[in-house]
């Protein structure tokens, strides 16, 4: 582990690196520009201001109900314009934008009277213009610039976003060779007016079926009261379904429920926001870098916490709340506009990559464990300790256990008959076998003794079902020494049944190996009390011996109930039970057997009478026989003292 140290010093320059180059190449990709966008045009439409009616502004529409009346639909009739300009003009309004090109004649008489209108138009007036850049020819340039000769103009076009062509700024006084419209008419206001492009504060209406601004066709404005349009701003422009419509953010509510927005009215929300004086503040690339670094240690902050993974990503998931959070407050209270993506992507990088930093360097702490315990201590030991290193002292606790004892019969014996050789192989197999087992249910190896296995669950990892995880791995245990001997026997060699013996208690848990050595174990009477069990199996004709204790834990399974047992030793009894490898509750045998005990301390005639059709029925069932045997030396009752261990 040592050896590796120079190469772990360096993970937080390595992540470091590769958060900013994440940064660097999230500030150039489409798809977090994408997504960026996305996470502003939300706030645009869910907490723009939702605002009555602008009765200032005034958009007079030309609508599909006017271009079906006339001659021709595009470019739309110049007399029919002059004629509505000259009325509104007698409305004495405030301001008058007309958002059409003239780039090319029409009808020489309509052309005329139309520019007179406009070059002779009392009130303030700002007319749509464009040139090469927007795509126009030279004729239409050349038209354009003698129809609007001593008329003023702004620029028509809008800001597009590249990336998802969505409109989002308006240019101001000095982005191009002419301010945009909606500077132009703001400032003739006397608003004070940004000279480079700035963010539109679209406004949403307060009802689903009211508008943010009054829109009237241009064809009724002579039917409608002057006053109405009396100190007003006046947009003329087209409400047409496939014409001059652009995306907005506050597309994003309603999808494709909601058409694009009319150029003209962009230009209204433009010019509302300019008469307010009302501007978004936005950071610039250092500060967003700034927050990207902020939110990103906080990201490595948390994988670094020694907490729980649902822990870590619950705290995660609240900063990433929080900050959006944040988010909205200050787009709603101070219009200020803080970047999303890009932080929120540096705090999931950085856990991310941090995550995968401490878990290679706990990888090589967890290896480093493992080679100098691992043949020491039992896998269950290893695991707690690469998880809590910390843990290794020399310190103890009270804590309640399960503990576990096998024993094999006979192996003395066995031992005197077999060849070293052959002794060494067949206890090996079999000593695998049951500690596979036992590590499969997540007990922990006290120690082996010979032939024997001790173990014990609930330590040094905490186990709810510490109980049941012992019976259950005690039963795979009968199951397996079972056919394990029943194999040897076959080849000539004498082994003899397994015993178990499991009992849950308090006990103390700790190092009892002194400063030298490592010596997980527990001591205590609970320890005690189960290699009693175990070794009574041997009186009992039974294999597995379970208190009542452990038998609490078991929310499954079938148990045969032995008697409460006053052990060698003891002066109280233990509830001792045998559990049954398959669920048996509806067999014969097994109901007659519970039948039968019940009867041991209520009648003891009919109790002896139960047992012998038991024995009689199934001779090998060495636990009846027991009992039977006890009736007949004139015992009764369910407490048995054991006079041997």
Not at 91 to 97: G, M, S
Not at 121 to 129: D, E, G, K, M, T
Request: glycine fraction near 8%; hydrophobic fraction near 45%; proline fraction near 4%.
């Amino acid at each position: 582990m040592h050896g590796n140290s120079g190469k772990l010093e360096k993970w937080p320059w390595v992540i470091a690196g590769l958060l900013v180059l994440v940064f660097i190449i999230g500030k150039a990709t489409p798809a977090v520009r994408l997504a960026e966008n996305w996470s502003l045009d939300w706030r645009t439409a869910r907490l723009g201001p939702v605002t009555e009616t602008n009765d200032d502004i005034i958009f007079v529409t030309i609508t599909e109900d006017l271009l079906s009346k006339l001659a021709y639909r595009s470019p739309v009739d110049r007399g029919v314009l002059a004629s509505q300009l000259r009325t509104l003009e007698q409305a004495k309004p405030k301001a008058v934008l007309i958002d059409l090109l003239f780039d090319q004649p029409t009808e020489l008489r309509k052309d005329r009277q139309l520019h007179n209108v406009l070059k002779n138009f009392s009130s303030p007036l700002v007319v749509a213009a464009a040139g090469d850049v927007e795509g126009l020819s030279e004729d239409q340039v050349h038209f354009l610039g003698k129809f609007l000769k001593g008329i003023q103009t702004a620029r028509a076009n809008l800001f597009t976003d590249t990336v998802d062509n969505r409109v989002r700024w308006l240019p101001g006084t000095s982005d191009f060779e002419r301010p945009g419209m909606a500077a132009s008419i703001a400032r003739i206001t006397g608003a004070d007016v940004p000279e480079h492009r700035f963010r539109i504060l679209y406004k949403q209406p307060a009802t689903e079926t009211a508008t943010v601004f009054r829109h009237f066709p241009l064809h009724m404005v002579s039917f409608l009261p002057q006053s109405w349009f009396a100190d007003k701003i006046i947009i003329i422009g087209a409400d047409l379904p496939h014409a001059d419509r652009h995306s907005t953010p506050v597309d994003i509510i309603g999808g494709a429920s909601i058409t694009r927005m009319a150029g003209a009215l962009i230009h209204a929300h433009g010019i509302a926001q300019l008469m307010e004086g009302r501007f978004f503040s936005e950071f610039g690339d250092w500060a967003d870098f700034g927050l990207f670094t902020l939110l990103s240690a906080t990201g490595a902050g948390l994988a670094m916490l020694r907490w729980p993974w649902v822990a870590k990503l619950l705290a995660g998931g609240l900063v990433f709340a929080g900050y959006f959070a944040l988010n909205c407050l200050l787009y709603v209270k101070v219009d200020l506009i803080l970047p999303v993506v890009g932080p929120l992507s540096g705090l999931f990088f950085a856990f991310f990559f941090c995550s995968v930093a401490l878990e290679y360097i706990a990888r090589q702490q967890r290896q480093f464990i493992r080679d100098a315990f691992s043949q020491y201590i039992s896998p269950g030991i290893v695991d707690h300790l690469l998880g809590n290193p910390e843990q290794l002292n020399l310190g103890g606790e009270v804590r309640e256990v399960t503990y576990l004892f096998t024993d094999l019969a006979g192996f003395t014996t066995l031992t005197e008959k077999t060849q070293p050789d052959v002794l060494v192989a067949v206890l090996n197999d079999y000593l695998e076998g049951m500690c596979s087992i036992l590590f499969r249910h997540e007990g922990t190896l006290d120690k082996i003794v010979g032939d024997a296995v001790v173990a014990f669950f609930n330590a040094p990892v905490g186990q709810t079902d510490h109980g049941a995880r012992a019976v259950a791995c005690a039963l795979e245990m009968d199951e397996f020494s079972e056919k394990f001997r029943k194999q040897k026997n076959a080849e000539g060699i004498d082994l003899g049944l397994t015993r178990i013996g499991v009992h849950s208690g308090p006990a103390i848990v700790g190092n009892f190996g002194g400063k030298q050595i490592f010596d997980y174990t527990s001591q205590g009477d609970t320890v005690n009390t189960a290699a009693r069990l175990e070794s009574v199996n041997k009186h009992l004709g039974t294999r597995i011996c379970i208190s009542a204790a452990t038998r609490a834990f078991c929310k499954k399974g079938s148990f045969r109930p032995v008697g409460r047992l006053v052990l060698k030793g003891k002066t109280e009894g233990v509830e001792v039970f045998e559990p049954v490898l398959e669920k048996c509750d509806n067999e014969t045998w097994f109901t007659d057997y519970i039948n039968a005990f019940g009867l041991l301390s209520d009648d003891e005639m009919a109790a002896k009478v139960a047992f012998q059709a038991l024995c009689d029925a199934c001779p090998e069932d060495r636990l009846a026989g027991f009992h039977l045997n006890r009736l007949n030396s004139g015992e009764k009752g369910t407490v048995i003292v054991m006079d041997a261990k």
